[in-house]
Nanobody
Framework: QVQLVESGGGLVQAGGSLRLSCRLS????????MGWYRQVPGKQREWAAS???????NYADSVKGRFTISRDNAKNTLYLQMNNLKPEDTAVYFC?????????WGQGTQVTVSS
């Protein structure tokens, strides 16, 4: 299994930036893909960005061009750089990893963007 701990959320004005971090521990070698999701109260959790073992990345249309997902293998950490933030980006952000027979979620970190 893999344990995930997110950090880096907070309150920022529209147009500002934040960088989220997700520290990984456990059976990291078994991870096939990693990603970031977000959830607003009363709505379903939605996918924002993902990075595969190969390093290829994908983004939801709503964040494309503003968010960048990356990883630092030496630090066992997944990142989400968020630029030009908008009020509609306000949500709890979760990191997620998948392996051949498991999936793990972090506890989430709150991002609030004021207008």
């Amino acid at each position: 299994q893999v344990q995930l701990v997110e950090s880096g959320g907070g309150l920022v004005q529209a147009g500002g930036s934040l960088r989220l971090s997700c520290r990984l521990s456990g059976s990291i070698f078994s991870i096939n893909g990693m990603g970031w999701y977000r959830q607003v109260p009363g709505k379903q959790r939605e996918w924002a960005a993902s990075i595969e073992r190969s390093g290829s990345t994908n983004y939801a249309d709503s964040v494309k061009g503003r968010f960048t997902i990356s990883r630092d293998n030496a630090k066992n950490t997944l990142y989400l750089q968020m630029n030009n933030l908008k009020p509609e980006d306000t949500a709890v952000y979760f990191c997620h990893v998948v392996g051949s027979n498991f999936g793990s979620w972090g506890q989430g970190t709150q991002v609030t963007v004021s207008s």
